[in-house]
């Protein structure tokens, strides 16, 4: 593991310089987990150069000639003055993530000349995945896919969509999910994904997932409501595949009976987007490129209104994934990313169509040296259940 | 529901009134569905005197007089204008919730003299309850005592803790368990709660949780690990209750086999202490001389050593729960909060006895006129699995 996360303090390092930056101060679990290959409470603090030293508050027990004990972030100040280390002039902070009032504590500790967004700092170095990273990230989307394979299985005539779901859940648990479901950004939430069966797929959500939902409750208002699942309706599963620390994304369309002609036009117009992103998507090709190509493709189909919802509609085909669902890059009109080897992805053509419900595919994929290579492997037809 | 809002409007009011504040900026999901019911994407705006504006983003579709549609939180200040109300001078904003960038995003909308700490004035407004929450928070506790009564029926002789956690998370969703978990402070995570099995019970952990478990992966440091249930372990279940968007807090104790001497004489010195804090607490009673009682309980049975965990032990024995599962006030030797009617919490005394595991109990109780009622009733000795 120390060499894996050696690559990691590395690019670290390189985007500090790129920066101008001195160090980053990370106090957050999800950049703690990146840095240090496990969850603490504490600090983990990132130089130009040498180890990261990690300021360690819980658990007790940890080792290594880098773990600094401390009971408040306060002691950092004296540990750094001991080791001769100067203090920063240009230091990175998560000001994306961490409370206004903890920034105004670590800038009191460090007092730096200037302060810069550690956030995108670090969404940029871990939008690259490692090879390790790739490699967690395929072994869940192989969990991922066979779960999905299981779904027909759990099936029972006359069940709701939350019924379903919970089923789902199950499964998904007992091929090992650790069902927590990370985010970037604290205004999305969701349990282990979504089911969205018939016209409670247009229902439109607070949040910024694809697709929407009612949900069960006003405090959690995404997903699925308690809507039967009755002929007709067409049921689609977007869980989300965290087995490994890794998230995939990966979403697969069922039916009870038969759905209306236009549903399945818009399916195979999604596969039709997946299909012609697939060839297109490239190191080098823009992310704003994709989504316009995509959204070209749903016009010509005369699908426009339906496209990545009806009475809502998102703004985006697709996401970077990673230790969070919805990472770098970002496949929108005004992203300013470009793909790069390593990257990522989750893409989600998806159509909402009224009185059936949602239809279209969701896969994870990697950007290779010359294209992107699918990590979630699974029927993509509309499967009946039965 | 608009004269249940009116009553957190008006406390919520009165304590800006007490602060000497002009308007508080609320815009993290909890609170969001405090002051409105519901969770949107978007801000409220409370003042001094009026009914609150709601400025929503997401979703399309609400409906009401105080419902105004933006696309970015600097179009607040032009609909302040218009309606003729000025800008505050003494604003309060979510600082301990809030990103250090949105901070400053918003003391750029509203420029006002003096910003000051709305997380904490909201956790003290929510930490006494309405009439209607504590609804919520009872029919949370009446289906969170259902589900612990049928958990010797999910057990199975030869599972481990993980398998027996799966069952009981799919029968909480079944009885209608909302899934998600939500805690006050970012620092903090876990899945649908933590089912602790012999000296797993002792694993320290990276968050403020009273007791830890290693959990499944580095990723996620908490509760179960897979660990046989074998004959002589204790298997302490503490599964969060989200039924109603308001959670209850509940641990029992079930046992393979026979425990210890130690085991029971600690579960025992459990229910003594939870027995004596029901006597002594009472509207005026100090967080902290709870707590204080506990631990002299603790030592005069002579296990200090494992109170609140052995190798690693929690500095507290209760926490205020509501929307979130770590509200005010919390039982703590600094706490300087005293109990008043209205308020609910969550009292856990819990030994971890080597070799064994956790013993000890959690019910979740009001604070009435004249004493304290327990809202979760469900057997209380260690149930014996089989």
């Known amino acids: 593991m120390i060499q894996e996360l050696r690559k990691r303090w590395n690019a670290l390092q390189q985007a500090l310089a790129r920066e101008g930056g001195d160090a980053i ?10 840095v240090s290959g496990r969850i603490f409470s504490g600090a983990a603090y990132v130089r130009l150069e040498g180890d990261p030293l990690f300021f360690v508050r819980r658990p007790v027990g ?8 401390i009971r408040k972030p306060e002691e950092i100040a004296g540990h750094l003055q001991q080791r001769g280390i100067p203090m920063p002039a240009k230091l990175f902070l998560e000001t994306d ?6 920034y105004r504590r670590y800038e009191k500790i460090f007092d730096p000349r200037v302060v810069c967004n550690g956030t995108q700092l670090l969404r940029g170095v871990r939008s690259i995945k490692t090879i390790y990273e790739i490699g967690r990230i395929m072994r869940s989307g192989v969990l991922h896919a066979r779960l999905y394979e299981r779904i027909p299985s759990l099936y029972r005539p006359g069940m ?4 379903l779901s919970i ?4 499964e998904s648990r007992r091929l090992g999910s650790l069902g927590i479901f990370r985010i970037f950004g604290q205004s999305m939430e969701i349990f282990m994904g979504s089911l969205l069966a018939g016209d409670n797929a247009d229902a439109p959500s607070p949040y910024d997932f694809a697709l929407g939902g009612a949900g069960l409750d006003a405090s959690l208002p995404v997903g699925g409501n308690g809507t039967p699942l009755t002929d007709g309706t067409s049921v689609m599963v977007d869980m989300g595949g965290n087995f490994t620390g890794y998230m995939t994304d990966m979403t697969r369309v069922f039916s009870v009976g038969k ?9 195979d117009t999604a596969l039709e987007i997946q299909r012609r992103i697939e060839q297109t998507a490239a190191p080098g090709v823009p ?3 994709l989504y316009n190509l995509a959204v070209r493709i749903a016009a010509d189909a005369g699908l426009s209104d339906y496209f990545m919802g009806h009475r809502q509609q998102a703004g985006f085909i697709g996401h970077g994934i990673g230790i969070e669902i919805n990472e770098a890059p970002v496949l929108a009109p005004r992203s300013k990313e470009a793909l790069v080897p390593g990257m990522v992805f989750a893409l989600e053509p998806k159509f909402v169509i009224p009185s059936v419900g949602a239809v279209g595919i969701e896969n ?3 950007v290779t040296d010359n294209g992107v290579e699918k990590l979630t492997h699974c029927e993509e037809a509309i499967v009946p259940l039965q």
């Not at 940890?62 to 004990?69: A, D, H, P, R, T």
């Not at 993530?97 to 903890?102: A, D, Q």
């Open 62 to 69: 940890l080792k290594g000639g880098n773990v600094i004990y």
């Open 287 to 289: 992310a704003a490129d």
């Open 167 to 170: 089923e789902i859940e199950r």
């Open 25 to 34: 101060l990370i106090t957050t679990n999800v950049n703690l987990f990146y």
């Open 364 to 366: 994870s994929f990697l």
């Open 97 to 102: 993530s961490i409370s206004y009032n903890e």
């Open 160 to 163: 709701t969509d939350t019924e």
């Open 259 to 267: 759905l209306t002609d236009r549903a399945y036009r818009a399916h």
